[in-house]
């Protein structure tokens, strides 16, 4: 039984700016994602400060008098009696959650001025895949992407720093008066291209381990992709019976998880889980996770699931649409499955869904994941894609080759079994390849 841990909880505002080109519905949809990701960080958002403005603010993202309104709000919910407001209940904010990736100098001059850390959009989402990753390469990657957001901004740490954080003198260093902040540097680019050869290593270790993994069996494979938080992780479990991490937060799932069909088909399908988009991913993330998204190369079909309880899947079926073609996943046969129906409404409001999502996707599935009669109809669309290739024929198994009995079950749907005196002769469905190995092991025993 998979338990969270309950962590303590830290109070933040989120900031964001939006501009004449945004939409209301698409900047109040990327406000809630940010609360969300927030929520996954352990973080609970208190307030949200929104201005509407032609273009950032060169030097703090904000304009001045809404940086100020923020500084205020800070001050007075974390007790400070000289705030203009006094909060006699007091709640320290320990962060301002920036929707937007922000420009080292416009984060440090916000820090300074509303009083408490600032993190943009991309250094959430960062430190969401640092706690979460649990793989080598996972972490590996999560470390590379990491680094190259922090070297531009060393130098703004430095000007913290003041001056004896910024030289360093040449006796021992690495050139006369190397700065901390070169130094740093350096030892950054050092550290990503040893990351970067490490990845390379595994990379050949996973493709190794994966042709072996279909020379024993068989190639059918179905990966889940789709928005974070789409319930991929809940339908995974659904489909093979296995306990998987399910958790109603952002990127619950970083590391790719394989697992059978369950009940096992003819032929054995791998199902495979993988990590979720996300609108205004990083672009470096999208890079260095493109390896998480191998699974999803490497199937011959998608299960693209969608959130149909949530007003924006659209925009969000477009995200995972557009990150399937920049992996060149987007020619891998795909089902479109809109999972969590149930949290639609009531029984009429899920019937009117439905109907409408079918009639502008007419080849998807509908669906909750929690439904098994639903789940075994997905299975079952799935078994027969991959079933459409499958063969019959018939094989006659003579008494004295009967050893081969239990690997004609194991690979072959046996349709019939008749017996007479000379042996056993099957009516079977299966693979060409297979079929024809059983022929040869059975020519080899006469």
């Known amino acids: 039984m998979q338990s969270e841990v309950k962590e303590p909880v830290s109070h933040a505002v989120v900031a964001a700016v939006q501009l004449p080109n945004v939409s209301d519905m698409e900047f109040e949809a990327s406000l809630n994602e940010l609360r969300e990701l927030a929520k996954t960080l352990g973080y609970k958002i208190v307030h949200t400060f929104v201005q509407k403005r032609a273009g950032f603010d060169i030097t703090g993202y904000l304009g001045v008098g809404k940086r100020e309104e923020i500084r205020d709000y800070v001050r007075s919910m974390s007790g400070d ?15 301002v959650l920036v929707d937007h990736e922000i420009s080292p100098s416009q984060a440090r001059n916000l820090e300074l001025e509303v009083g408490c850390e600032v993190m943009d959009r991309t250094m959430v989402i960062l430190e969401i895949f640092h706690r979460n990753a649990r793989s080598r390469a996972a972490r590996a990657q999560v470390e590379i992407a990491r680094l190259g957001y922090m070297a531009p901004r060393l130098r703004e740490a430095a000007k913290l720093a003041g001056p004896q954080g910024r030289q360093r003198s040449g006796a021992g260093g690495r050139g006369a008066g190397e700065s901390h902040t070169e130094l740093d540097r350096r030892k950054i680019r050092d550290r990503i291209a040893e990351l970067q050869q490490e990845i390379i290593v595994m990379d050949g270790e996973r493709r190794t381990q994966r042709a072996r993994r279909q020379e024993r069996q068989t190639m059918a ?77 490497d199937a011959a079909l998608l299960l693209h699931v969608i959130d149909a309880s949530d007003p924006g899947f659209e925009r969000q079926l477009e995200v995972t649409d557009k990150v399937l073609e920049e992996i060149d996943a987007d020619v891998v046969p795909r089902i479109r499955v809109f999972n969590k129906i ?98 040869e092991q059975l020519m080899l025993l006469q």
């Not at 009696?81 to 962060?95: G, K, V």
């Open 221 to 297: 494979s179905v990966a889940l992709v789709g928005y974070t938080n789409a319930g991929k992780s809940t339908l995974m479990r659904a489909l093979t019976g296995s306990e998987v991490l399910v958790a109603n937060k952002l990127f619950a799932t970083l590391d790719t998880t394989v697992r059978a069909l369950y009940p096992e088909s003819v032929p054995r399908v791998l199902v495979s889980d993988t990590v979720g988009f996300i609108k205004n991913l990083p672009h470096g993330l999208v890079a260095s996770f493109k390896s998480t998204l191998d699974e999803a190369l």
């Open 342 to 439: 149930d949290y639609v409404g009531d029984a009429t409001a899920q019937v009117e869904c439905e109907a409408a999502l079918r009639l502008k996707y007419p080849d998807c599935i509908v669906m909750s994941a929690r439904r098994p009669d639903e789940v075994a109809m997905l299975r079952q669309k799935i078994v027969d894609f991959f079933q459409r290739d499958l063969v019959e024929t018939e094989i006659f198994l003579p008494w004295s080759a009967q050893q081969l009995r239990g690997k004609i079950y194991g690979t072959c749907q046996v349709l019939n079994e008749r017996s007479d005196e000379e042996g056993t002769f099957f009516t079977v469905r299966g693979e060409p390849n297979d079929i024809n190995s059983l022929r």
């Open 81 to 95: 009696p000289d705030a203009p407001e006094f909060n006699p209940h007091a709640l320290e904010i320990e962060a």
